[in-house]
């Protein structure tokens, strides 16, 4: 009976941990960033405004400047001191569009430039929490 309950588990086990290792998050799509808007990108119109502009810059930002494969220090080049913090502290991360969604990371939006450790190149970007027109629409109200 015991060994019953043994190979039981070992099966559950290695099925939740198959069907965990195996479901990758959506990759992030840019069109997502238009419901942000999609305001020109300049270096000097970012520095000087606010999360919800900066928000609205993002989708030609990353439709003008091919950032994957860049340097880290492309990215601090062109928006400046990080203004948020993403997982770890060689991500660059930014506060961006409306406060009306919360996350892990605190009130509204983050865009996070994710670095390989060992290059220190950026190899992919990510938005926390994830765009929904829903959230960013409430944010008009």
Request: hydrophobic share 40%; proline share 5%; glycine share 6%.
């Amino acid at each position: 009976m015991l060994m019953k309950i043994l190979t039981f588990l070992t099966l559950l086990l290695s099925v939740l941990c198959f069907t965990g290792c195996s479901s990758e998050p959506e990759p992030f799509n840019v069109e997502d960033l238009k419901v942000l808007g999609t305001s020109s990108f300049s270096k000097a119109a970012w520095a000087e405004a606010e999360r919800e502009e900066r928000g609205a810059m993002l989708y030609d930002l990353l439709n003008t400047h091919n950032l994957i494969g860049q340097p880290v220090e492309v990215v601090n080049e062109l928006l400046g001191e990080q203004t948020s913090y993403y997982i770890h502290d060689s991500f660059p991360a930014y506060q961006v569009g409306p406060t009306n969604v919360h996350s892990v990371h605190g009130i509204g939006y983050i865009m996070a430039f994710i670095t390989d450790p060992q290059t220190g190149r950026i190899v992919k970007y990510d938005v926390v929490p994830k765009l929904t027109k829903k959230a960013v629409s409430l944010s008009s109200l």
